[in-house]
C-alpha cells in the first residue's frame, strides 16, 4: 500500500502535519467529530445541552467524584461515567457533573486504558 503523503492540519494556526483522511492531526482530531461542530439540531432526540443541564440539577452541580472523597466542589462539566469509548451510554445513569480537575484525571486514566488496550 503507497502511504499517503502528509497534509497540513485542517485546524487554523496549526503547523502539524497529518496523513489522516479528515485531515487534522492527533492533536485536533476532535475538531473533526460531526457531533461535536453541529449546533443542536438532533431531529427528534433531547439535545445534549438539556440532558447535561438536567444532570447538572440532579446532581446540584457539584462534583460527584469530589463528593466521594468527601470535598465539595462545583462542577465545570457533565462527563460520561462509563467513557463511550468503552460501550457508555448518555443515559442519564450514565452521566454525572464533574469539575475539571476530576475530569483531567479520569481523561487520562482513560487514555492509558486505551492505550493498554
Ligand atoms: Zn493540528
Ligand atoms: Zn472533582
Known amino acids: 500500500m503507497p502511504s499517503k503523503p502528509p497534509r497540513p492540519c485542517r485546524a487554523p494556526a ?3 502535519k497529518t496523513t489522516a483522511s479528515h485531515g487534522y492531526c492527533e492533536e485536533h482530531e476532535h475538531l473533526h467529530k460531526p457531533w461535536a461542530t453541529r449546533k443542536g439540531s438532533g431531529r427528534g432526540g433531547r439535545p445534549w445541552r438539556r440532558k447535561r443541564d438536567a444532570v447538572m440539577r440532579r446532581d446540584k452541580g457539584l462534583c460527584q467524584p469530589c463528593l466521594k472523597n468527601n470535598r465539595v466542589t462545583p462542577a465545570a462539566q457533565v462527563d460520561h461515567i462509563i467513557p463511550k469509548a468503552e460501550g457508555g ?29
Open 89 to 117: 451510554t448518555d443515559a442519564d445513569s450514565n452521566l454525572q457533573a464533574i469539575c475539571k480537575a476530576c475530569h483531567d484525571v479520569k481523561t487520562q486514566t482513560e487514555a492509558k486504558r486505551a492505550q493498554q488496550g
Open 14 to 16: 496549526c503547523g502539524n
